[in-house]
DNA sequence: ACAAAAGTGTTCCCCTTACACCCATGT
DNA sequence: ACATGGGTGTAAGGGGAACACTTTTGT
């Protein structure tokens, strides 16, 4: 047992380290690691991130993301579930990806904090969520973030959420992303929904409908049919498919 | 002051934790934060990656990415730059962008180690690079990897090389990230051979052409030409232009 | 009957592809 | 002269955009 690069005492090598590029004396900093989720879904046509109100300084009353620190043992991966889990109530069968890793020495002013960035998408949940400890949490469209009458987020939140949006925007385009936001089975209507709350964009439903299809293993055909909500032909049901990538990619009007 | 979520003292609220999803009781795991480049380059007409032997247990002998823990103060960008410049004497001029976090439990049998890994592009380097304690670095073609005579690679750092090539092969598409591989000023053959190595396929040369030109800011003529070596015209030498983005894309066959 | 939504057919156009051909240089 | 690589021209085919039109339901 010795003290050596990882700064603990562990029973493996005692070797100075020549694989790691810190200076040979240096002790390794200490790191809190934690896990935010960028958690999207649609609600009435509008793409929606899920935020909860802060009780306690720093940033009190301001919104952030759900999130916590990284157990023992725990992968991150897990730990990103279980922190969707116990602030949503969510035991998510959607999609979940990791987003990026945000790690700027002061961006939580106590102490140096890592966060490894979540982005989850999740079809309307009929119930509103509340946090395990009752705490305020709602659904803000991505939309309002920025304006006047939005909420104002904490740490460097804002960036983060802004990095999930776009990641999700561009993920439209050459994966089967879009299902993750609906229920199964869903019509291609509520698919091209989708894309258009997503993008902001209006899309023309037979040509959606021939790309969508024409792609082998988006979605299949499930055999029944929506029954109509205030008038029109009933539309046929469908669900996700095995296939991985859209080729080619629908792609967004010009950037 | 007061000891709370973070772990540490500090000088600000004292509140118990509402935010955080962490048992009231626990403490902070103790996580070593590591940062490791995947350097990849063109030699020769093949993408290779840039890994160093290891001299000391665990998986001495087997070859591992430049890497090391990150700084009390330092920004992960700041690392990436650091361990890059330590190991390679490379001051990147080049491309350097944050690739994905690995924090499986028992990735560094020694202790909780989660890495932010990097991709970093860059020309081929005319000196031999050599690590800042003269350890044994080299080059290996990517394709060589999984193969019996390849380097066995240490950690879960085969995953995190497939995961840089897979992300820099992608980002070919619909980036301007191929001229990262070339040294200014270059011809469009050159660029054309960095899709070529790293898709493994032969592109048609006027048509690559055209679509390269027709992308505005993608390059720019610089008004000169090269001197051809063993025969051949003459080609135009090119910069990297300003775009971000290529529309449309420059799309690899069916995947 | 009318509105509304699903689904089909059709046309135009741009982009990609493939390949023939010309240009400029080294040997 | 010939090989080699850079660069232009051009015709065929596929996919996307736009939109007319048909089908099936609710009111």
């Known amino acids: 047992m010795a003290r050596h690069r990882c700064g603990q005492t562990c029973p493996v090598a005692t070797n100075p380290p020549s694989n790691a590029a810190i200076p040979a004396a240096a002790a390794i900093p200490a790191v809190a690691v934690s896990v935010d989720v960028v958690l999207l879904t649609l609600r009435s046509g509008r793409l929606c991130v899920l935020v909860s109100q802060r009780a306690t300084e720093p940033f009190c009353g301001s919104w952030a993301l759900p999130g916590g620190f990284v157990a023992a043992d725990e992968d991150l991966d897990s730990s990103a579930r279980r922190q969707l889990a116990e602030e949503t ?8 990806e990791q987003l990026r890793t945000y790690g700027c020495p002061h961006r939580d002013p106590r102490t140096r904090v890592v966060s490894v960035a979540y982005l989850a998408l999740l079809p309307n949940l009929p119930q509103p969520t509340t946090g395990r400890d009752g705490q305020h949490a709602r659904w803000w469209p991505v939309e309002d973030l920025g304006s006047a009458d939005g909420p104002t987020l904490a740490f460097d939140h804002p960036q ?11 993920k439209l385009e050459y994966t089967p992303l879009a299902a993750a936001f609906c229920e199964e089975p869903f019509t291609l209507a509520d698919l091209r929904r989708v894309y258009e709350a997503a993008w902001g964009v209006v899309l023309d439903p037979p040509n959606f409908r021939r790309k969508v299809l024409s792609t082998p293993g988006f979605v299949v055909a ?12 009933p539309a046929e049901l469908y669900r996700l498919g095995s296939a991985t990538a859209l080729h080619p990619p629908l792609l967004r009007r010009s950037v």
Chains 1, 2 share one sequence.
């Open 89 to 96: 109530g969510v035991t998510t069968t959607g999609h979940l």
């Open 222 to 233: 499930v055999g029944q049919r929506s029954s109509p909500r205030g008038g029109g032909r």
């Open 160 to 170: 983060i959420v802004a990095d999930g949006v776009e990641r999700a925007r561009g």
